[in-house]
């Protein structure tokens, strides 16, 4: 009896190219479930995979963290799913291997990261994937499954971001780039009922940041953006998109008293006036993706307030190609593989 097998990009080393490989279709184990996948965001983080950043990692693997489709089989001692169920599987979702933790709220408690989506376990680009019931969130049926896949890392990284920030209604919220992040963050912003301002290098993306629902925009290069941001009254809360150290750095004199320089792009280190932030005892914090509850709560706002996302569509063959063009940061605005699977 000839084995089923389907499609699956692997990365087979360290720097290696992305390889489009037949594999056996896997089987869920006790406790997971098997989803056939309808598309997977390409996102920046997958370059911890192809460039060996990752602790640990064992080739070959399959990438991919921003996974939507629908459930095919589950396996022993599954409850609460069912096959046919559009599903969704994100970042640190996968984190919990050992205790469902990570399901409610406790994913940083956890010390089980080896257990991460498209990094230690095999992800999204693929036509199946096997993936924890922890791991898994209900995708809102009023949300297209493609375009939507960046919502389970983009997404949720904005949105759980803004909504635990501290900032209230109508306070100031500045978006600094209006990018694959950026573009979400402005939207969630307006839609949290924020002041929101977008902060972006040149003109260009003023007439886009107003539509996608900035109050106000700030030209980085036509002057002092933190200094713009004073003068508005300062921002309650940053979210720092980039990954630009120095334009970070710019920017943190622009908090407003007990304000929050929020850090979602991954930047490394970059210098900060210690005695601003005493003064106006501010804030310098980070923030990483959530748990799948997490992603429901984002999947679901979206669907509520029409949050989307813009995407360059790749097919699965392709995905060198998609992968190249995230990296290059040349894409508008995020990357998604489709495997040509339909409800």
Request: proline letters at 4%.
């Amino acid at each position: 009896m000839a084995i089923a097998t389907m499609r699956a990009v692997e990365v087979q080393q360290q720097n290696g190219p992305m390889t489009l490989v037949e594999r056996p279709i896997p089987e869920p184990g006790p406790g997971e479930v098997r989803i056939r996948v309808h598309a997977c965001g390409v996102c920046h983080s997958d370059a911890m995979l192809v460039e060996g950043t990752a602790p640990g990692l064992t080739y070959p693997r399959i990438p991919g963290h921003e996974v939507v489709g629908v459930i095919d089989t589950i396996g022993q001692g599954v409850e609460g799913w069912s096959p046919g169920e559009r599903v969704g599987v994100g970042w640190n979702s996968g984190f919990c291997a050992y205790c469902d933790n990570c399901r409610h709220g406790n994913a940083f408690a956890c010390q089980n990261v080896h257990d991460v989506t498209g990094i230690y376990r095999d992800g999204g680009y693929a036509d199946y994937m096997v993936a924890r019931t922890s791991a898994v969130a209900r995708f809102a049926l009023d949300l297209d499954l493609i375009s939507s896949a960046p919502l389970l890392c983009a997404g949720i990284t904005t949105f759980n971001a803004l909504r635990n920030s501290g900032a209230g209604p109508g306070e100031l919220v500045a978006v600094h780039g209006v990018g694959g992040l950026g573009h979400l963050a402005i939207q969630f912003a307006r839609k949290l009922g924020f002041r929101t301002v977008a902060i972006n290098r040149g003109k260009d993306k003023e007439a886009l940041a107003r539509e996608l629902g900035a109050h106000e925009y700030i030209d980085s290069t036509a002057g002092d953006p933190a200094a713009a941001l004073r003068e508005m009254g300062g921002a309650r809360v940053i979210v720092a998109t980039v990954t630009n150290a120095e334009a970070m750095a710019q920017l943190v004199s622009g908090l407003a008293i007990n304000g929050t320089f929020l850090v979602v792009g991954a930047v490394g280190a970059f210098p900060i006036d210690s005695m601003d932030l005493l003064m106006k005892r501010a804030a310098v914090k980070g923030w990483a993706s959530g748990t799948s509850v997490d992603s429901e709560d984002t999947l679901r706002f979206a669907a509520m307030e029409g949050v989307t996302s813009m995407n360059e569509v790749y097919p699965l063959e392709e995905a060198q190609a998609a992968y190249d063009r995230m990296m290059s940061g040349k894409a508008r605005f995020r990357v998604v593989l489709t495997t040509g699977a339909s409800e």
